[in-house]
């Protein structure tokens, strides 16, 4: 069973170490920034007027949010209106509980399940596994993981932080029979394990990268074509999705799937885009009896009305990962929640509490490169330094330590002789030390800091010292 954990601080310290230590994470990651990671920039760069399409994806997205409640209606009245059901679930619980009826209703002992971090977040298969409900996942890579009962490490490339070596390994194991470690092999031994579990589902499960307020459609991109068998080969088909994925109009769409397809893999647009509206209908010859799209808060309405809201407009392309040389060091799973890098260490203090998450805001160089990336712009460093400010500014979390050093310098900053004897100090005591010297390693508070860098040694001679010195000629 797969497990998620929240992680005190020292345990991400340790999990970064290991993380660093493994040879074989490190082979793993080592082709995304040359893969995912360029080929985003590649992609944006042969779109004219890129700049212009993510400002407009930007400002539908704020604007969708400003009347969030007004849209949810009119896309509720609109999946009604063909044949569908909406249900709203205002936590992970709420949604598992109502999704485990729904199956039990429709007398389901199988599902498959097409790729969606939202029932990752949710839990959702282990509360269906709870219920005796049979998951199988049908995304390649979380098929591999399923069976390897590991977890998604990346937003669109969820098993990014093995080898095919590692997955030949794995696969294996599974087929109890030696599979090649060559890709389009492996992939051909999935497909044919997995078509057998399509024909014999009852339920398939899939989540929603945008959900149409005026038509009612839900749009779901892939690259497989595993989303497409699960909403049609099952009598019963349930996507699960953010409250914040609604857009409004149908002319909204190619705004998003012109940088969602760019930022997420490279690519123009993406293998398969699927749009489906309401259940079948009479007279048509494919999709799902019923219809039901759950409709997910946890949190979301209360991160609306926040400073944060701005996390809201996340589309879940991953090109921030990429982007991340914190994460592109690190890999996923030490980040300890189910939303990785830059974007996972502000989501998941968000959803899952800062006080139980106080080392993701601290998880990032503050660089700039995720939000360089972001088909929408958000200003994901921002984000961090507010957590951080909120850290700092709750009794429970803030380093005491901190506070003194900060407070001295507040003090001496406001006071002009204390500055100037403050640096004095310095430069006559540190400022005689050498850049890289031992002592500065072992200077009080900084060990964190020069255990892997070094730490700057201050000006040997002031500013001010140097300034009058020039003047006097
Ligand atoms: S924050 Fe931006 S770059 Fe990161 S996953 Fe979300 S949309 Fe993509």
Same mark, same amino acid.
């Given at each position: 069973?797969?497990?998620?954990?929240?992680?005190?601080?020292?345990?991400?310290?340790?999990?970064?170490?290991?993380?660093?230590?493994?040879?074989?994470?490190?082979?793993?990651?080592?082709?995304?920034?040359?893969?995912?990671?360029?080929?985003?920039?590649?992609?944006?760069?042969?779109?004219?007027?890129?700049?212009?399409?993510?400002?407009?994806?930007?400002?539908?997205?704020?604007?969708?949010?400003?009347?969030?409640?007004?849209?949810?209606?009119?896309?509720?009245?609109?999946?009604?209106?063909?044949?569908?059901?909406?249900?709203?679930?205002?936590? &992970? %619980? +709420?949604?598992?509980?109502?999704?485990?009826?729904?199956?039990? #209703?429709?007398? =389901?002992?199988? *599902?498959?399940? @097409?790729?969606?971090?939202?029932?990752?977040?949710?839990?959702?298969?282990?509360?269906?596994?709870?219920?005796?409900?049979?998951?199988?996942?049908?995304?390649?890579?979380?098929?591999?993981?399923?069976?390897?009962?590991?977890?998604?490490?990346?937003?669109?490339?969820?098993?990014?932080?093995?080898?095919?070596?590692?997955?030949?390994?794995?696969?294996?194991?599974?087929?109890?029979?030696?599979?090649?470690?060559?890709?389009?092999?492996?992939?051909?031994?999935?497909?044919?394990?997995?078509?057998?579990?399509?024909? &014999? %589902? +009852?339920?398939?499960?899939?989540?929603?990268?945008?959900?149409? #307020?005026?038509? =009612?459609?839900? *749009?779901?991109? @892939?690259?497989?074509?595993?989303?497409?068998?699960?909403?049609?080969?099952?009598?019963?088909?349930?996507?699960?999705?953010?409250?914040?994925?609604?857009?409004?109009?149908?002319?909204?769409?190619?705004?998003?799937?012109?940088?969602?397809?760019?930022?997420?893999?490279?690519?123009?647009?993406?293998?398969?885009?699927?749009?489906?509206?309401?259940?079948?209908?009479?007279?048509?010859?494919?999709?799902?009896?019923?219809?039901?799209?759950?409709?997910?808060?946890?949190?979301?309405?209360?991160?609306?009305?926040?400073?944060?809201?701005?996390?809201?407009?996340?589309?879940?392309?991953?090109?921030?990962?990429?982007?991340?040389?914190?994460?592109?060091?690190?890999?996923?799973?030490?980040?300890?929640?189910?939303?990785?890098?830059?974007?996972?260490?502000?989501?998941?203090?968000?959803?899952?509490?800062?006080?139980?998450?106080?080392?993701?805001?601290?998880?990032?160089?503050?660089?700039?490169?995720?939000?360089?990336?972001?088909?929408?712009?958000?200003?994901?460093?921002?984000?961090?330094?507010?957590?951080?400010?909120?850290?700092?500014?709750?009794?429970?979390?803030?380093?005491?330590?901190?506070?003194?050093?900060?407070?001295?310098?507040?003090?001496?900053?406001?006071?002009?002789?204390?500055?100037?004897?403050?640096?004095?100090?310095?430069?006559?005591?540190?400022?005689?030390?050498?850049?890289?010297?031992?002592?500065?390693?072992?200077?009080?508070?900084?060990?964190?800091?020069?255990?892997?860098?070094?730490?700057?040694?201050?000006?040997?001679?002031?500013?001010?010292?140097?300034?009058?010195?020039?003047?006097?000629?």
């Amino acid at each position: 069973m797969i497990d998620y954990t929240r992680q005190e601080h020292h345990e991400f310290l340790a999990a970064t170490d290991e993380a660093l230590a493994n040879a074989n994470l490190q082979l793993a990651l080592s082709r995304l920034g040359d893969t995912l990671g360029s080929r985003n920039r590649e992609a944006f760069a042969q779109l004219r007027e890129s700049s212009l399409l993510r400002e407009r994806a930007r400002a539908i997205k704020d604007a969708t949010l400003l009347r969030l409640e007004e849209h949810l209606a009119t896309l509720e009245r609109s999946i009604l209106a063909r044949g569908g059901q909406v249900h709203y679930a205002a936590d &992970s %619980a +709420d949604a598992c509980r109502i999704i485990g009826d729904l199956v039990e #209703a429709a007398g =389901g002992r199988k *599902v498959v399940k @097409s790729k969606s971090m939202t029932t990752e977040e949710i839990h959702l298969n282990r509360a269906l596994g709870e219920r005796g409900i049979d998951v199988v996942e049908t995304d390649f890579g979380e098929y591999i993981l399923q069976v390897a009962e590991q977890r998604p490490s990346h937003l669109v490339a969820p098993a990014v932080h093995l080898t095919v070596g590692n997955v030949a390994e794995i696969l294996s194991n599974s087929a109890g029979r030696a599979l090649p470690a060559d890709a389009p092999q492996l992939a051909a031994y999935a497909r044919e394990t997995l078509r057998a579990e399509f024909a &014999s %589902a +009852d339920v398939g499960i899939t989540g929603a990268n945008f959900a149409v #307020a005026e038509t =009612g459609t839900i *749009v779901l991109v @892939s690259n497989e074509g595993n989303a497409r068998l699960t909403v049609s080969l099952p009598r019963v088909h349930i996507a699960v999705m953010g409250m914040e994925k609604v857009i409004p109009r149908l002319a909204d769409l190619p705004v998003f799937l012109k940088v969602l397809a760019r930022a997420a893999t490279g690519q123009k647009l993406s293998i398969y885009t699927s749009l489906i509206t309401g259940a079948r209908r009479a007279g048509e010859l494919d999709g799902a009896e019923q219809f039901h799209l759950v409709v997910l808060d946890n949190g979301r309405s209360r991160i609306l009305g926040g400073p944060l809201r701005e996390s809201l407009f996340c589309i879940r392309c991953g090109a921030c990962l990429n982007a991340c040389p914190v994460y592109r060091n690190i890999g996923g799973h030490a980040y300890g929640g189910v939303y990785a890098g830059p974007i996972g260490a502000v989501l998941t203090p968000l959803y899952d509490g800062l006080q139980a998450n106080p080392h993701l805001p601290h998880a990032s160089s503050l660089c700039g490169a995720c939000q360089a990336a972001c088909p929408v712009k958000i200003a994901i460093p921002e984000m961090l330094i507010k957590l951080r400010e909120q850290l700092h500014d709750d009794p429970a979390t803030g380093s005491k330590f901190e506070a003194l050093v900060y407070g001295l310098w507040a003090r001496a900053m406001r006071r002009p002789w204390a500055y100037r004897l403050a640096t004095w100090l310095a430069t006559r005591t540190v400022g005689r030390l050498k850049r890289g010297s031992p002592w500065l390693r072992r200077l009080p508070g900084v060990g964190g800091w020069t255990a892997a860098r070094d730490f700057p040694a201050p000006a040997a001679q002031r500013f001010r010292d140097w300034w009058r010195e020039e003047q006097r000629g």
